[in-house]
């Protein structure tokens, strides 16, 4: 490399260094965390709290594919393969007949013996291959013993079924029993974890109303004779409690509905009606399901006897007391199916109706679940006192004047933003991942260099480029 040659490289390289630091601390005053250029409102400073708060509502889950609307199905949790089994169920459809100007619509009812599983917020048609009839008002459980969803009874127009049949996966096998209850529809079903078995209640029969009790186990049918006196009913909501115990709420007699709480103790083999100052109002339809996540029973929809669809959820919470929560709730509608969902502790709803027009069935699908927020509290050093600071954490924005910032959030990882005052610059990371227990979050302010602090940049740039100049100068000298 020649004397010129090496005197033009030595120039660029240093000419380039010069910039490179020149634009680095310059642009270091653009890159610090954004501030707060006007005051807006201040929040009043958070307190920590070491509890998280737990929040009970109904999630959407309705997805384009699934099943029909439809009403009055059945549905258990098959929990060898953690889906939600839905069986059978009505629905009104738009049947037109003649010809020409002859033609006529009516609405008639229609019954299905579909099967789908819903799995992980997705429904999939079940193809069981099997001669299980058209039916609804059937009533089904888990039999945890035998690894199968039971299903007794049933309709289809006139015609009452008292075939029990039992659910393995992919298909519905019928069994043979010498004893069974009598034919019916809108029995009540739940299984007690207790007695190892599934208990049937009541139901409308071909010669009225039942208030008969049942235990299936073992394959088998057993009445349970001197269980205490009960009205006859049908459309009774029945579920477990965590004490194996059973609850059942409601019911239609025929003229009258009932609020009446009843509770089968297994220790005893007998129902007991309690009396509790709030309950629920006087429906028929509603269901019942354990949540094992609260540890209570959970009590949602029905109809009242003006016809009128309840959307109200309640709670039962073993201790022989009701519990009205103001969780935001699914459409009102009746004859919805409802289980408890074992592979994430949440309880699935489907389905039901507002009336009997066509328009009015509906294939929306639910989820009841307990979310558990917990704190995440930034905590700030290096401000001044009474000074406005604010995080941004998703879409959710809080200022205020204190040394802490908190949100409530459900366990995951979010990306946070901190706004800083005027003359201050934050030293913070961009996201915190919430786990089970509140969580700190530190910031640390200090103040934004002056002028003079960027203009080392240049300073040490134009030294560089001076003494690259005469640098340029010796060396020609050397080796001239």
Known sequence: ??????????????????????????????????????????????????????????????????????????????????????????????????????????????????????????WSSVKTGSSIPQMAGSASAYDAPAKSVVLFGGENNTTLYNQTWIYTGFTWTPLKLAVAPSARVDASMAYSSALNGVVLFGGQTSTGYSNSTWIFKGGAWQKLSGAGIIPAMSGSALGSTGNGNLVLYGGFNGTAYSSATYIFNVGSMKWSKIVESVSPPALAFAHLNYFSYNNVTVLFGGVSSTGTPYSGTWIFNNTSSWDNIWATAPYAAYGQAMTHYSANNTIVLFGGTESNAVSEYNNYTFQFMNNTFNWVLFKETGLPANSTWGVKVGSSYNNTTSSTVGFLVLQGTYNYTVFSPSGYQASTGTNFTMYFSETNVSISFSKTPGLLYYSYGAIAGIAIVILALVGEVVYRKIFK
């Open 1 to 122: 490399m020649t004397t010129n040659a090496s005197g033009i490289y030595l120039k660029i390289v240093t000419a380039a260094i010069a910039v490179v630091m020149i634009v680095s601390f310059s642009l270091a005053i653009y890159t610090s965390t954004p501030s707060i250029t006007s005051s807006g409102s201040v929040n009043a400073p958070f307190i920590s709290y070491s509890q998280p708060v737990l929040k009970d509502q109904w999630i959407n889950y309705s997805t384009s594919t699934g099943p029909a609307p439809m009403s009055n199905s059945t549905m258990s949790c098959f929990e060898p393969s953690s889906e939600v089994i839905l069986f059978g169920g009505e629905y009104m459809a738009n049947v037109t007949s003649g010809t020409g100007k002859n033609v006529t619509y009516k609405n008639v009812m229609e019954y299905s013996n579909s099967t789908w599983a819903y799995s992980s917020g997705v």
